[in-house]
């Protein structure tokens, strides 16, 4: 079955600093790749996909994501943090377009000033 | 464009009662999911409805049940609630097109089971 792991509960990083949030996937052919972003007592919002193509992603609010094949990895990035950040990260998957997304637990990430 | 309409916000019951939330999605938007949220289990999909279609299914128990409607809104039902029912409740909708953008989610629904 597939399954999708965050390995960091939480990520503190200082405002200005760059991020990486982990995601790693168990998954059998190529699979259809997310992350969200979810803020305290809100739904969640869709940061970038990743179905097919160049394997570096663009997304909303400067985050991008690079899919690695070889490491079954889709990590987010963003070169530097703002206050406005802090929130909780979602990666996801589904196998394929009529298939269920399933969630990783989740990442939260903690902003200093 | 309106975004996906969940109601109500907040919602307590008493174990034993039974609750139905309801689910609006973008207009357009063919496949509606429902998922719990809590704390410890993280996201858990619970199931998908596409054309009024039950089209996937997670691994809840039968008190966990849900429709759509022509219009595509959704309603999901559970019965004889427990404390461990205590959730947000999400759905979220798509175009049913492959996903092609993703899912749009809804705030939420609040249940409390007291």
């Known amino acids: 079955a597939q399954s999708v792991t965050q390995p960091d509960i939480h990520i503190t990083v200082s405002e200005g600093a760059s991020l990486e949030l982990r995601c790693n996937y168990s998954?059998?052919?190529?699979?259809?790749l997310f992350w969200y972003v979810q803020s305290p007592g809100q739904g969640l919002q869709l940061l970038l996909k990743?179905?097919?193509?160049?394997?570096l992603v663009q997304g909303i609010k400067g985050f991008e994501a690079e899919f690695k094949r070889s490491q079954s990895s889709f990590n987010l990035r963003k070169p530097s943090v703002h206050w406005s950040d802090a929130a909780e990260y979602f990666c996801a998957v589904g196998e394929n377009r009529d298939d269920k997304i399933i969630f990783g637990k989740g990442t939260r990430l903690h902003i200093l000033p | 464009k309106a975004g996906v309409t969940q109601t109500p916000r907040y919602l307590i019951k008493t174990r034993g009662q039974q609750v139905t939330l309801s689910c609006s999605p973008i207009?357009?938007?063919?496949?509606v999911s429902w998922y719990q949220q809590t704390p410890g289990q993280g996201l858990q999909f619970l199931f998908e409805?596409?054309?009024?279609?039950?089209?996937n299914k997670g691994n809840f128990p039968g008190r966990f049940s849900g429709r759509q409607f022509s219009n595509s809104r959704s309603e999901m039902n559970v019965s004889t609630l427990e404390l461990g029912d205590s959730a947000l409740y999400l759905c979220?909708?798509?175009?049913?097109?492959?996903?092609?953008?993703?899912?749009?989610f809804g705030s939420g629904t609040r249940l409390t089971v007291v």
């Open positions: 998954y059998g052919a190529t699979p259809y």
């Open positions: 979220a909708s798509s175009s049913g097109r492959g996903r092609d953008y993703g899912y749009t």
């Open positions: 409805y596409f054309s009024e279609t039950q089209r």
């Open positions: 990743y179905f097919s193509g160049d394997t």
């Open positions: 207009s357009g938007h063919r496949s």
